[in-house]
């Protein structure tokens, strides 16, 4: 059965022009995207998306981190996908990723770890809806995903 998930292709990222990248990583391991998009994140839309580290000391700066430039924004679908996805993403500190994984190969540091990804199913649906609204979510023949 497939599943969904977000990811986010973080400011630094795409600053250092990573995005195909990071897009041919996510294709090559199966993922099929079914929305995408590029903003920059309000001050608003930052501390909305990141309430649940409110109280963590590197709320202000993960908050000024993430509306300094562009993001990508996109919806996964695969078969596990938030699993998938976390696998292929590697660890949060790119110190500590494993070889071949995303953080490995495009993240800075701790902060500039080049992709968020939902980390459960109830979260990726959250997180989905917040970026995209129903009508530019589409399957594989181009209908409407209806189970967000």
């Known amino acids: ?3 969904y998930t977000l990811t986010m292709i973080k400011p630094q990222a ?4 990573n995005i195909g990248n990071i897009l041919a990583m996510i294709n090559e391991s199966g993922f099929r ?4 998009k590029m903003l920059v994140l309000s001050n608003e839309q930052a501390k909305a998306f990141y309430a649940v580290h409110k109280e ?6 993960l908050v000024e981190f ?6 990508i924004a996109a919806v996964l679908e695969k078969e596990n996908a938030v699993l998938d996805y976390r ?3 590697g660890a949060t500190n790119p110190a500590d990723a494993a070889e071949g994984t995303i953080r490995k190969n495009y993240a800075t540091d701790i902060q500039s770890n ?7 199913d109830e979260n990726a649906k959250n997180e989905i809806n917040f970026f995209f ?3 530019e979510l589409y399957t594989k023949c181009g209908k409407l995903v209806s189970e967000f």
Do not use: W
Request: no cysteine.
């Open 33 to 36: 995207i079914t929305a995408m």
């Open 14 to 17: 795409v600053k250092n022009q």
């Open 114 to 120: 080049a992709v968020h990804g939902s980390d459960s």
């Open 133 to 135: 609204p129903a009508n």
């Open 56 to 61: 963590r000391p590197f709320y202000g700066e």
């Open 66 to 71: 993430m509306t300094s430039g562009p993001i």
């Open 1 to 3: 059965m497939k599943s």
């Open 87 to 89: 696998k292929l993403m």
